[in-house]
């Protein structure tokens, strides 16, 4: 654990004063990929040259600065640039094999640098004249088609670097299938073919395949985004977040779980990352959940849950928000919304998991005098409150999210000079931060501008319709079983891919036919997005499950089962918001419903913690009922999924009516338990005491 102590007088106890996680490095990483290079020397300056102008660029083209005199650059232009600045660098950063020198960089990947820098410029040239001639339909010149072929061949092996074999063979053949797309053994995937040409025109001319959603979603908002939250991890808001959770929640019963669940939370809204989330909250609050008597597994879970929530919490979420955006046309602060009751009640289920399972193992909170002051923590960090602010009234009431993370960053750093003397930035900072971004922004460059051609393959061949009309007759027009389809299969992709990628696959072949069906548009995409997602605590890959595995000391596959069981809650929540989209905010008097839905919800995962950490608030330790405890448990979990499950819609019980039955289950078995619990204990001789 990073901590200091603070000087106090020998008569008072000593405070522990928590560093900060990310450090002066800034440790915003948000791959998966934990084997790269570090630039050094003239390549890092390159980098960081790189990456300012990359931010430059995109602050140009969303305020309309007008940087290049008398000339106004269109969006493909803006795009190929991005991509010629960044995508190269995949091959510096990413080793191509696991003995490849991480020290220095290969000559073989000096070419690749190079040759795909220059087919990025050969296209950025040409991008202008395709839009005006329809190039990407035919008739484009061999230059053009021959750099587009390189194109391709870089980015399938920039996703391989930065999204492992997986990925690669998950995508490859989806954007080589319309050469073959006529071919009768594809059954239901039968579309129209394209020659070689016609298919490379496509993918890097049109606004439909590498210049399309992700490549979109990326410059236009996911830019700013990893900027704003790469400032503010710089200037020292990790340590604020963590000291303020442990002020607030640190005395509570099981505190340091909690402060962890409060503190993981509060880092992933501003990083969108799980992975960093894990390995900078985690190293403060794994080794004092173990010293609060929490078992290794089951705190190396709770932190792998608390930060899977930073890809869900708003207002930043991970890249995959920003995507959906795109997919679905609604601005990101509506995204954002939408995530905002899942959120809280994935939050509140594990608050709830871990306060039962705190009173079953008599576990306490942690003494006031050991915690830091609350007083002395806002005063140290309140203008980190009044940036976070900013950026959601320029969110959610403006609605300007491409220009909010750059207003917010400016007054973070100006603020931050004015009233920080620990974290003042200097040029070397200044050199780091441009370093931690030009990271970030090669990896999500390499992993979207890839994932981008699995859309084109698909637009190509005109396959979407009839595919989502093939999966409406297998399911037999039915909506549970369709969303079960679809949620098996997001957990299975979900094994081999990243988010990202995983979503934008369904979002193509599944969402569709869940539109068909008459469900709500942000719920199924926000469902696609929830369990493509839980890979992350779910064996056999839980990365995050493994990665907080490491900082316990703990077996990574029992984490893992640990994870899945500590964060059930979030396999029940998507399946509630695809069943009234109130929970998403969406459909009539949205705010009210999803208000009345969310107590309800809350209400029922009361029930469903307490039965399974086997302790119900207000009743006890279940294992005082006995040889009942299993079966008063399982009824527990049952009453209150019913209770939290919403009515009307899809289901064939109205609100009123689940509820009901929800009650009926719950109240006799609380009785039962209530009478066994507090029955007087047994003395040796046989009677119970009076």
Not at 28 to 38: I, K
Not at 288 to 295: A, D, T
Request: with cysteine; charged share 10%.
């Amino acid at each position: 654990m990073s901590s200091s102590t603070s000087t106090v007088p020998q008569d008072e106890p000593k405070r522990v004063v928590f560093d900060d996680p990310h450090g002066a490095a800034g440790n915003m990483q948000e791959a998966e990929v934990t084997r790269v290079r570090t630039l050094r020397g003239a390549w890092r300056w390159t980098l960081i040259v790189a990456t300012a102008a990359t931010i430059l660029l995109c602050i140009n083209q969303q305020f309309s600065l007008r940087f290049f005199i008398g000339f106004t650059q269109l969006n493909t232009e803006y795009f190929y640039l991005l991509i010629a600045l960044m995508l190269p660098f995949t091959f510096l950063i990413f080793p191509g094999t696991g003995r490849a020198p991480l020290d220095r960089v290969p000559w073989y990947d000096l070419v690749l640098f190079v040759v795909t820098f220059a087919a990025a410029l050969i296209l950025m040239v040409n991008v202008r004249k395709a839009a005006e001639a329809g190039w990407e339909f035919g008739g484009a010149p061999n230059t053009v088609i021959a750099a587009g072929l390189v194109m391709w061949v870089m980015l399938m092996e920039a996703l391989r670097r930065t999204g492992g074999w997986s990925l690669l063979l998950s995508v490859l053949p989806f954007t080589v299938y319309p050469l073959f797309a006529e071919a009768g053994w594809l059954g239901p995937f039968r579309g129209t073919q394209s020659t070689l040409e016609q298919a490379t025109a496509y993918h890097v001319l049109s606004g439909e395949s590498l210049l399309g959603i992700p490549i979109q979603a990326f410059a236009d908002t996911v830019i700013g985004f990893l900027v704003f939250g790469t400032a503010l991890m710089m200037t020292g808001a990790g340590k604020f977040f963590i000291n303020l959770s442990f002020a607030l929640c640190g005395t509570f019963r099981g505190g340091a779980a909690k402060v962890c669940i409060f503190a993981s939370g509060l880092l992933g809204m501003m990083s969108g990352s799980i992975i960093s989330n894990v390995l900078t909250a985690g190293t403060m609050t794994i080794p004092v959940m173990k010293k609060s008597g929490f078992r290794a597994s089951y705190a190396a879970a709770i932190e792998a849950c608390a930060s899977t929530g930073a890809v869900l919490a708003p207002p930043v979420m991970g890249a995959t928000a920003f995507v959906i955006a795109q997919f679905l046309n609604v601005s990101y602060a509506d995204v954002a919304l939408a995530a905002i009751i899942p959120a809280v009640l994935y939050y509140v289920g594990l608050f709830m998991q871990v306060d039962a399972y705190a009173a079953r193992h008599k576990l306490k909170g942690i003494p006031r005098a050991e915690l830091p002051r609350i007083m002395d923590t806002i005063k140290d960090g309140w203008y980190y409150v009044f940036v976070i602010a900013l950026l959601i009234v320029m969110l959610l009431y403006f609605k300007r999210e491409s220009h909010a993370p750059f207003y917010a960053t400016a007054l973070l750093l100006v603020l931050n000079q004015f009233f920080s003397k620990d974290t003042r930035w200097t040029f070397a900072t200044i050199g780091k931060f441009l370093e931690v971004n030009g990271r970030t922004f090669v990896e999500l460059v390499g992993i979207l501008a890839g994932c981008g051609l699995l859309i084109g393959a698909f637009s190509m061949t005109g396959v979407v319709s009839s595919l989502a009309n093939d999966l409406l007759h297998i399911a037999g027009d039915n909506a549970f079983l369709l969303l079960g389809m679809c949620a098996l299969t997001s957990l299975i992709l979900g094994l081999g891919l990243t988010t990202t990628a995983c979503y934008i696959f369904l979002a193509i072949l599944v969402a569709p036919a869940l539109e068909k069906l008459g469900l709500n548009r942000m719920a199924v995409h926000m469902f696609i997005f929830y369990w493509g997602m839980l890979s992350s605590i779910t064996p056999p890959v839980a990365i995050a499950s493994f990665a907080a595995a490491g900082i316990a000391g703990s077996p990574a596959m029992k984490t893992g089962w640990e994870s899945m069981w500590v964060g059930s809650i979030i396999y029940f929540l998507p399946f509630f918001f695809v069943l009234n989209p109130a929970l998403v905010l969406q459909g009539p008097s949205p705010y009210l419903a999803g208000l009345g839905l969310m107590g309800l919800a809350a209400f029922g995962t009361l029930f469903i913690c307490g039965g399974i950490q086997g302790c119900q608030p207000f009743v006890g330790d279940l294992r005082g009922t006995g040889s009942l405890e299993w079966p008063i448990r399982v009824l527990l979990v049952i009453g209150g999924f019913v209770v939290a499950t919403p009515g009307g819609g899809i289901m064939p019980l109205s609100q009123m009516q689940v509820t009901l039955l929800g009650l009926g289950i719950l109240l006799p078995t609380i009785l039962i338990a209530l009478l066994l619990v507090r029955r007087p204990p047994v003395m040796p001789d046989g009677l119970r005491v009076p």
